[in-house]
């Protein structure tokens, strides 16, 4: 069993309520914190533990606290990301209705940290039940000292608010979210000024991810060198990873970084193989922004090195022949997916999400939507696919925030690496087009 | 005592340099040198506070960052939001990548955009109409269906045509900053995002017109103004008058000696340089309502100023003269005639048409 940081009480009944939290350790670390610690202390141990973003950008968390600005009399804010909608990704839903309190202790260690006296947990507004479990938790956190006024005595005090989404994946974005949060339409803002120092309310704002946040309870229990200690290179600690599509067992596993690829697919402990029956044709190894990949691009890189899950290895390759751990959504797919389907799916689901801001991205996603509808219905040319890739080169990097790359590169990197099956769709427009066809040329694992 | 310097950065644009003051943008800085090097804007309006970086029209290639840090930024940046560094160097028309992204922003704006210019009052004066011809290409790869709204009215005095919009927010903006309540905004999301107003209300300000102006493209025109002409055939004259409720500084277009449009003055980028009422906009369309000032100064390029104002005496500038020059060929003359021609080469006319035309074509 390999080391469990999230999760460990996970299985424990009750464990969602205040009493039997409290009992396994909980809180322990906000005692710590408010009253031997220092909020700078608390950030040193969160810098030395290098535990990174887990919302997707992999951003290293101590970093970012350490660029919030201080000014005088301007009020700071965290705000913690539970707008976790990325197709393939549910951990956070996860982790928010299993063990609620892992996540407000977190949040109030890390606001002592940032000097913030209200913080706001942004849910996605379909999660209605998970925004009441989170509420109840904080009541019961309320009641036993750990939130309001001067927390246990020490004069430090943090008001703690639940705010529903209004169900858009761009409100994941953290300036969309911060525009949503104060009420506006959820547009991404312009950058620079970043949040750190202009955000919520204009005020300095930090933005995190839950699981980010839920690993800083366990970081100050157990100091950021005993964090640091857990994992592969610069990629410390353990991550949640969200298993789904083909596989036997799919479900939301923690994983100790560096673990081998191979092993969390096919062992029993995480996703229990591909299928019985099937083979591995191809994986989304981190949401569907992430670069698609051929299964055994997955295993190993394109030295033949066995590939791990952590950041820095599933990148590999760069975009020829790599992806990314991303926000952890790990979707394989077996002989029996479609892969122009399966892009034309993910398009259609950026196509709904733009913004509608910027020109590349409001009009582009829309074009590529349409144009793989075409495809995968019979009715594509070939030189769609040249279109398909120069349209997805005009979207990348040339928008205000990065959904207009989660939109550009699934299409990009489906078309880079199973181009023969777009063509198969384009030529058998007929033999494509019936129930269940499949092309069957692909290399599986 | 010694005279403090302001500090100034020096920027430098397609290998020009100018020196701005800092906080200035890459885009002002551009402008600052001269329209060959500034950046095309759909969506930045200098008066519009807030306004730029959705269009991503003016996107600029930053190939050293700063003098301090010269590493050049990964990606184009928008040049009308961000902020030049002492010691930028920029690429604007210089940079392939740019001139390439670029034609990749007119194709996205042009994708479902309905390119009915033959019926749309606000060709000739479109900024999406400079934009494209400047920027792009003459097809379209776009075989699809393109995208359409239900018409909605908004009000007596404002037509909007939502298939037009390139949803540059500045209309939100100015109702947001010029009027005292903004009845209209954005709704839905992505390709399907429409300029609305809420629940069917009116707009109706006292200062609700200059979405018109500040409108890039035909999607909001001036009801009263609707059908009436074509711009090019129209005279702008500067004009004014008294009013309780705006500066009164006007454009008035001219059919005849009809007043048929009055609009706010434009400078040099097609930005309004003072907002005026709806009451100088709509109501008063009589010459005796205004103080005349004399024509307004259009640029020799627009098609606004063909036909008029003596502009057929304008100067051709030399490189048009010269570009004919070298590309004239002389007529070949070698062809059989088809009449017979033996009686007319006899004639004296002919002798000295012969002469004076062989002097022209000397080789």
Same mark, same amino acid.
Not at chain 1, 242 to 271: Q, R
Not at chain 1, 379 to 386: F, L, V, Y
Not at chain 2, 64 to 89: E, N, Y
């Given at each position: 069993?390999?080391?469990?940081?999230?999760?460990?009480?996970?299985?424990?009944?009750?464990i969602?309520?205040?009493?039997?939290?409290?009992?396994?350790?909980?809180?322990?670390?906000?005692?710590?914190?408010?009253?031997?610690m220092?909020p700078?202390?608390?950030?040193?141990?969160?810098?030395?533990?290098?535990v990174?973003?887990r919302?997707?950008?992999?951003?290293?968390?101590g970093?970012?606290?350490?660029?919030?600005?201080?000014?005088?009399?301007?009020?700071r804010?965290?705000?913690c990301?539970?707008?976790?909608s990325?197709?393939?990704?549910f951990? @956070?839903?996860?982790?928010?209705k299993?063990?609620?309190?892992?996540l407000i202790?977190?949040?109030i260690?890390s606001?002592?940290?940032?000097?913030?006296?209200?913080?706001?947990?942004?849910v996605?507004?379909?999660l209605?039940y998970?925004?009441?479990?989170?509420?109840?938790?904080?009541?019961?956190?309320?009641?036993a000292?750990?939130?309001?006024?001067? *927390?246990?005595?020490?004069?430090y005090?943090?008001?703690?608010?639940?705010?529903?989404?209004?169900?858009?994946?761009?409100?994941?974005?953290?300036?969309?979210?911060?525009?949503?949060?104060?009420g506006?339409?959820? &547009?991404p803002?312009?950058k620079?000024?970043?949040?750190?120092?202009?955000?919520?309310?204009?005020?300095?704002?930090?933005?995190?991810?839950v699981?980010?946040?839920?690993t800083v #309870?366990?970081?100050?229990?157990?100091?950021g060198?005993?964090?640091?200690?857990?994992?592969?290179g610069?990629s410390?600690?353990?991550k949640?990873? =969200?298993?789904?599509?083909?596989i036997?067992?799919?479900?939301?596993?923690?994983?100790?970084l560096?673990?081998?690829?191979?092993?969390?697919?096919?062992s029993?402990?995480?996703c229990?193989g591909?299928?019985?029956?099937?083979?591995?044709k191809a994986?989304?190894?981190g949401?569907?922004?992430?670069?698609i990949?051929?299964?055994?691009l997955?295993?190993? &890189?394109?030295n033949?090195?066995?590939?791990?899950?952590?950041?820095?290895?599933?990148s @590999?390759?760069g975009f020829?022949?790599?992806?990314?751990?991303? =926000?952890?959504?790990? *979707?394989?797919?077996?002989?029996?997916?479609?892969?122009?389907?399966?892009?034309?799916?993910? #398009?259609?689901?950026y196509?709904?999400?733009s913004?509608?801001?910027?020109?590349?991205?409001?009009e582009?996603?829309?074009?590529?939507?349409?144009v793989?509808?075409?495809?995968?219905?019979?009715?594509?040319?070939?030189s769609?696919?040249d279109?398909l890739?120069?349209?997805?080169?005009?979207?990348?990097?040339?928008?205000?925030c990065p959904?207009?790359d989660a939109?550009?590169?699934?299409?990009?990197?489906?078309?880079?690496?199973?181009?023969?099956?777009?063509e198969?769709? *384009?030529?058998?427009p007929?033999?494509?087009?019936k129930?269940g066809?499949?092309?069957?040329g #692909?290399?599986?694992? | 005592?010694?005279?403090i310097?302001?500090?100034?950065?020096?920027?430098?644009v397609d290998g020009?340099?100018?020196?701005? /003051?800092?906080?200035?943008?890459?885009i002002?800085?551009?402008r600052?040198?001269?329209?060959?090097?500034?950046?095309? /804007?759909?969506?930045?309006?200098?008066?519009?506070?807030?306004?730029?970086?959705?269009?991503?029209?003016?996107?600029?290639?930053?190939?050293?960052?700063s003098?301090k840090?010269p590493?050049?930024?990964?990606k184009?940046?928008?040049?009308?939001i961000?902020?030049?560094q002492?010691?930028?160097?920029?690429?604007?028309?210089?940079?392939?990548?740019?001139?390439?992204?670029?034609?990749g922003?007119?194709?996205?704006?042009?994708?479902n955009?309905?390119?009915?210019?033959?019926?749309?009052?606000?060709?000739?004066?479109?900024?999406l109409?400079?934009?494209?011809?400047?920027?792009?290409?003459?097809?379209?790869?776009?075989?699809?269906?393109r995208?359409?709204?239900?018409k909605?009215?908004?009000?007596?005095y404002?037509?909007?045509?939502?298939?037009?919009c390139?949803?540059c927010?500045?209309?939100?903006?100015?109702?947001?900053?010029?009027?005292?309540?903004?009845?209209?905004?954005?709704?839905?999301?992505?390709?399907h995002?429409e300029?609305?107003?809420?629940?069917?209300?009116?707009?109706d300000?006292?200062?609700?017109?200059?979405?018109?102006?500040?409108?890039?493209v035909?999607?909001?025109?001036?009801?009263?103004?609707?059908f009436?002409?074509?711009?090019?055939?129209?005279?702008p004259?500067? /004009?004014?008058?008294?009013?309780?409720?705006?500066?009164?500084?006007?454009?008035?277009?001219?059919?005849?000696?009809?007043?048929?449009?009055?609009?706010?003055?434009?400078?040099?980028w097609?930005?309004?340089?003072?907002?005026?009422?709806?009451?100088?906009?709509f109501?008063?369309?009589k010459t005796?309502?205004?103080?005349?000032?004399?024509?307004t100064?259009?640029?020799?390029?627009?098609?606004?100023?063909?036909?008029?104002?003596?502009s057929?005496?304008i100067?051709?500038?030399?490189?048009a003269?010269?570009?004919?020059?070298?590309q004239f060929?002389?007529?070949?003359?070698?062809?059989p005639?088809?009449n017979?021609?033996?009686?007319?080469?006899?004639s004296?006319?002919?002798?000295?048409?012969?002469?004076?035309?062989?002097?022209?074509?000397?080789?």
């Amino acid at each position: 069993m390999s080391k469990k940081i999230l999760t460990e009480h996970c299985s424990t009944p009750g464990i969602e309520t205040f009493e039997v939290y409290r009992q396994k350790g909980g809180y322990a670390a906000v005692e710590k914190a408010v009253k031997k610690m220092t909020p700078e202390e608390v950030v040193e141990e969160v810098k030395k533990s290098g535990v990174r973003g887990r919302g997707g950008a992999g951003f290293p968390m101590g970093m970012k606290w350490s660029f919030l600005a201080k000014p005088e009399g301007v009020p700071r804010y965290l705000v913690c990301n539970a707008d976790e909608s990325e197709p393939g990704t549910f951990k @956070d839903h996860y982790l928010m209705k299993t063990i609620p309190h892992l996540l407000i202790e977190g949040m109030i260690i890390s606001s002592y940290a940032l000097g913030a006296n209200k913080s706001f947990i942004y849910v996605r507004g379909e999660l209605m039940y998970v925004i009441h479990i989170l509420e109840k938790a904080i009541e019961e956190a309320k009641a036993a000292g750990f939130l309001g006024k001067n *927390i246990l005595g020490s004069g430090y005090d943090l008001e703690l608010v639940v705010q529903p989404g209004g169900g858009a994946y761009i409100c994941g974005e953290e300036t969309a979210l911060l525009e949503s949060l104060e009420g506006k339409r959820g &547009n991404p803002r312009n950058k620079p000024p970043f949040p750190a120092v202009k955000g919520l309310y204009q005020s300095p704002t930090v933005v995190n991810n839950v699981e980010s946040i839920a690993t800083v #309870s366990w970081i100050i229990n157990n100091g950021g060198d005993a964090y640091a200690a857990v994992g592969v290179g610069k990629s410390t600690g353990t991550k949640l990873i =969200s298993a789904s599509g083909h596989i036997n067992k799919p479900g939301v596993y923690e994983i100790e970084l560096g673990l081998s690829c191979d092993e969390f697919l096919n062992s029993d402990e995480y996703c229990g193989g591909v299928r019985t029956g099937h083979r591995l044709k191809a994986v989304v190894a981190g949401g569907s922004s992430v670069p698609i990949v051929p299964g055994a691009l997955f295993l190993k &890189n394109a030295n033949g090195e066995d590939r791990l899950m952590s950041y820095e290895s599933l990148s @590999d390759g760069g975009f020829a022949t790599g992806t990314m751990l991303g =926000s952890g959504g790990f *979707i394989a797919f077996d002989e029996t997916a479609c892969i122009v389907r399966n892009t034309w799916n993910f #398009s259609r689901f950026y196509e709904h999400e733009s913004c509608g801001q910027c020109s590349p991205c409001r009009e582009g996603t829309g074009w590529m939507q349409k144009v793989l509808n075409r495809i995968e219905h019979g009715k594509g040319s070939m030189s769609d696919i040249d279109l398909l890739v120069d349209v997805s080169k005009k979207i990348e990097g040339n928008t205000i925030c990065p959904l207009g790359d989660a939109a550009a590169w699934p299409v990009a990197s489906a078309i880079r690496h199973f181009r023969d099956e777009f063509e198969w769709h *384009i030529q058998h427009p007929l033999e494509a087009t019936k129930a269940g066809a499949v092309y069957t040329g #692909s290399v599986l694992v | 005592m010694e005279d403090i310097k302001p500090v100034m950065f020096k920027v430098t644009v397609d290998g020009v340099e100018v020196e701005v /003051a800092p906080g200035t943008t890459i885009i002002q800085a551009a402008r600052k040198i001269g329209p060959e090097v500034a950046p095309p /804007a759909m969506c930045y309006y200098e008066p519009l506070k807030g306004s730029g970086g959705k269009c991503r029209a003016c996107l600029v290639k930053v190939v050293a960052g700063s003098a301090k840090d010269p590493r050049p930024m990964p990606k184009l940046v928008a040049s009308c939001i961000t902020p030049v560094q002492d010691g930028m160097i920029v690429e604007n028309f210089t940079s392939p990548q740019v001139v390439e992204a670029r034609k990749g922003v007119v194709e996205f704006l042009l994708l479902n955009h309905p390119l009915d210019c033959p019926v749309c009052d606000q060709a000739g004066e479109c900024h999406l109409q400079d934009f494209a011809f400047e920027n792009g290409t003459s097809t379209t790869r776009y075989e699809e269906e393109r995208r359409t709204f239900e018409k909605e009215d908004i009000g007596p005095y404002v037509q909007l045509h939502m298939t037009r919009c390139v949803l540059c927010y500045r209309c939100v903006y100015t109702a947001d900053q010029i009027t005292d309540g903004r009845v209209h905004g954005v709704m839905g999301r992505g390709d399907h995002a429409e300029i609305s107003t809420y629940i069917g209300r009116a707009i109706d300000n006292d200062f609700s017109g200059n979405v018109i102006d500040v409108c890039p493209v035909g999607a909001l025109t001036d009801k009263t103004y609707r059908f009436k002409n074509r711009v090019w055939f129209s005279k702008p004259v500067d /004009a004014h008058c008294d009013c309780d409720k705006c500066c009164g500084n006007v454009q008035l277009w001219y059919r005849g000696d009809e007043v048929i449009r009055v609009t706010a003055r434009k400078n040099e980028w097609g930005e309004v340089t003072a907002f005026i009422c709806n009451t100088c906009r709509f109501e008063k369309k009589k010459t005796s309502d205004w103080v005349i000032e004399g024509p307004t100064k259009v640029n020799r390029a627009s098609v606004i100023s063909a036909n008029k104002y003596g502009s057929n005496l304008i100067k051709k500038p030399d490189f048009a003269l010269k570009l004919a020059e070298s590309q004239f060929k002389n007529i070949d003359d070698s062809r059989p005639y088809v009449n017979d021609m033996s009686e007319i080469k006899q004639s004296e006319d002919y002798k000295v048409l012969k002469q004076i035309n062989d002097s022209y074509f000397k080789k």
